[in-house]
């Protein structure tokens, strides 16, 4: 059974620019979250989505946004590219229905690194 | 929101010796993952264990949910168990997962 797969896994951007991120989630996994990781701040929540709804979202700007669709792939997109934005961007999926007595185990992508010069 | 703190953060052993790695959270949760980062960034799935206690090998976990705390065991400690090790709690707000600080692991030979 095939994990989480993250595409590009590296990224060179330039300030300014914007940026899209894929993650293909475990299949019949219908929830994807995004995660960023800095040196910094750590890993912090950026979006959780579920059958292409959005369910919840981190203390992130608008710049940064996301989508799921119909086959449960999510994409999120930088734009207007800082500096800080250089991290770690992983991805999560998980088999969750609409009502879960127990919160479901996560499984994580490999990762894209995110260079912004 | 939920606070996640780990400790120690920064952890030295020497290979064979055993260690305990905490895990304090300030709320009740629905589910509790430990992780192992490997030197890729991958986080690599230890324990689901959002009560009780699970053992995998030379690794073994604890939650005392009532308590709000968890201990992450390794016994008979290798090299290749270094790198970070991560806490992460889900509380009834739900569909995300709070991460702790991590205990970064040194197992030297």
């Known amino acids: 059974k095939a994990g989480v797969t993250q595409t590009p896994r590296y990224l060179i951007k330039t300030r300014g620019q914007q940026v899209t991120l894929s993650c293909s989630p475990i299949?019949?996994?219908?929830?994807v979250s995004w995660y960023q990781q800095t040196p910094g701040q750590g890993l912090q929540f950026l979006f959780e989505?579920?059958?292409?709804?959005?369910?919840n979202k981190g203390n992130f700007p608008g710049r940064f946004s996301g989508r799921q669709f119909s086959n449960s792939r999510s994409e999120m997109n930088v734009s207007t590219l800082e500096l800080g934005d250089s991290a770690l961007y992983l991805c999560?999926?998980?088999?969750?229905?609409?009502?879960?007595?127990?919160?479901?185990?996560?499984?994580f992508g490999q990762g894209t690194r995110l260079t912004v010069v | 929101g939920i606070q996640v703190e780990q400790s120690p953060p920064d952890l030295i052993l020497q290979e064979g010796a055993n260690s305990t790695l905490r895990c304090n959270f300030s709320?009740?949760?629905?589910?509790l993952q430990w992780f192992h980062q490997n030197p890729w960034g991958q986080l690599i799935n230890l324990f689901y264990i959002p009560s009780g206690t699970k053992q995998n090998g030379r690794l073994s976990a604890t939650t005392v949910a009532t308590e709000r705390y968890s201990l992450l065991y390794i016994s008979s400690s290798q090299t290749t168990d270094s790198g970070v090790y991560f806490c992460?709690?889900?509380?009834?707000?739900?569909?995300?997962?709070?991460f702790g600080g991590g205990t970064r692991l040194m197992v030297k030979p």
């Open positions: 999560a999926s998980s088999f969750t229905g609409f009502r879960r007595p127990k919160g479901p185990e996560a499984f």
């Open positions: 709320d009740s949760v629905n589910n």
């Open positions: 992460a709690v889900e509380n009834n707000a739900g569909n995300m997962l709070t």
């Open positions: 989505y579920f059958s292409e709804t959005q369910r």
């Open positions: 299949s019949g996994h219908r929830s």
